[in-house]
């Protein structure tokens, strides 16, 4: 696996590659590698791309500056899944190479409702980061395909939005969530859990799977309060569980079978907040 930290040199190689033939297929990370990601890269060699990932913590799109200094990084580590997966590239830049005129958002992204709802009422200024640096990372490595993983759903949308307006030559993959055997989805965060917290975890999945079950034989409302109130019971505290139309995520006030829709949870377990999603 080759490793560029500056845009010119990924830059020039990149363009040698397309110049034989290649095409690029992008996979954006914050590193603390797991299979989840591992999957998307995966995803990108399955269709005979040539794999690009990169690794940058990127700070504008932590609301909360504990979350981003605890943010876990092991980038050795990362290095080696990388090379096993047989990732082609990894980008590892700093900050100055992805913001060389200052990472401040001076013009901000219209993201509409999406922006305004669910992470975007939780995680205020989350998604503008998001959208700035994934805008950045698209214009430097112009790949063919981005490969983004479902569990972060509304961050699939978000990206969706931002290639339709600013770069509609990009094909868009939305990959599967991998999960743990008792249903937790993966997620670089799980490494901080103490052992009592990883051991009930995977109730935000089994809360997912109780609200698909009981779809057209109980009202969601009822639903979700089992849901909230089993959580709560258990350590967590949720900040949403809601049923959203899975394109708009429109939120809805009850199971709607005349359109597709999908599951959302977002709780904190002591100060690690997961977040999951399943369609219905
Ligand atoms: P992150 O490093 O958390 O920014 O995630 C990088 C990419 O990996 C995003 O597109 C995520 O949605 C995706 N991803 C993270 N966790 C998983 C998972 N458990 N399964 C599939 N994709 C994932």
Excluded at 19 to 39: D, K, Y
Excluded at 54 to 61: C, G
Excluded at 155 to 177: F, G, M, S, Y
Excluded at 218 to 247: M, N, R, S, T
Aim: hydrophobic content about 40%; charged content about 25%.
């Amino acid at each position: 696996m080759f490793i560029f930290k500056t845009v010119d040199d990924l830059g020039a190689y990149l363009q040698e590659q397309k110049a034989q033939g290649s095409t690029i297929g992008f996979i954006p990370t914050m590193g603390a590698l797991h299979q989840g990601h591992l999957s998307l890269v995966g995803t990108a060699k399955q269709d005979k791309m040539l794999a690009v990932c990169s690794i940058f913590v990127n700070p504008t799109q932590f609301n909360n500056p504990a979350d981003l200094e605890k943010y876990p990084k092991t980038t050795e580590q990362d290095i080696e899944m990388l090379t096993e997966a047989g990732c082609e590239v990894l980008f590892l830049p700093d900050e100055k190479e992805v913001y060389p005129g200052g990472k401040t958002i001076t013009a901000p992204y219209d993201l509409g409702y999406l922006d305004t709802v669910l992470e975007g009422a939780y995680r205020p200024g989350h998604f503008q980061g998001v959208a700035q640096v994934v805008d950045r990372l698209l214009q430097i490595v112009a790949p063919d395909k981005m490969y983004l993983g479902q569990k972060d759903f509304q961050q699939c949308a978000v990206l969706k939005r931002l290639i339709d307006t600013k770069h509609p030559a990009v094909a868009l993959e939305k990959v599967p969530t991998v999960r743990e055997a008792d249903g937790l989805a993966m997620s670089s965060r799980n490494r901080r859990l103490t052992e009592p917290q990883r051991s009930v975890a995977g109730l935000i999945y089994q809360c997912l799977i109780s609200i698909q079950t009981k779809k057209g034989m109980q009202a969601f409302p009822v639903v979700k309060k089992e849901c909230w109130d089993i959580l709560v019971h258990k350590g967590f505290k949720p900040e949403y569980i809601e049923l959203a139309d899975a394109d708009t995520l429109e939120l809805l006030p009850d199971y709607d079978t005349s359109r597709k829709t999908v599951a959302l949870i977002a709780a904190y377990i002591g100060d690690i907040r997961l977040i999951d999603n399943l369609p219905l």
